[in-house]
């Protein structure tokens, strides 16, 4: 018992080595300001992403590190989704925020191939014209909706 809580210990350790200059930027942090999924908010929804494809692509042997960096960042899109049509006129947030949250992330980070795909192509089937290329795409697009379900399915009712 005591090796397992070691073990998921160092397992969350090494997790958030991989994200912590993401996870404390100031433009990151700023995803706390904007409702996402249920009562989640956008970072703590990319937060559960990051962490769900870490623990996924660990355990696959797959590039682990890449794909929790871009977990945090694949929808860095700093606005309400709920209310942005309302006020901008620019419909289908789900079509375009993935396009929005490269060009923010590619500002502040460098990405490596496998981060610009999660990104890009995290929406599939939604976005049916834009295919996961990478098997860290292919987690995240599942790990995205999985997290998306849950988020949602905990929301407060009124």
Known sequence: MKQR????HREKERFYE???DI????VVLRMKLYPHHG???C??????????????????HLDARSAAR???????????????????GKHFHGLTHPVEAYQNAKKFFALNKIEKDIILNHMWPVTFYRLPRTKEGWITTLTDK??????????KRP
């Not at 809580?5 to 998921?8: A, F, G």
């Not at 970072?43 to 355990?59: D, E, G, P, S």
């Not at 871009?70 to 901008?88: E, K, P, S, V």
């Open 18 to 20: 991989a994200i912590k």
């Open 5 to 8: 809580l070691r073990r998921k």
């Open 43 to 60: 970072y703590q929804h990319c937060m559960n992403v990051a962490y769900n494809n870490y623990r996924l692509c660990r355990f696959l």
């Open 70 to 88: 871009a977990g945090m960042l694949h929808d860095l899109f700093l606005y309400d989704w709920h209310t942005h049509a309302a006020r901008t």
């Open 146 to 155: 999985y997290c998306g379900v849950c988020e949602t399915s905990r929301r």
């Open 39 to 41: 009562t989640t908010n």
């Open 23 to 26: 996870a404390a930027h100031p």
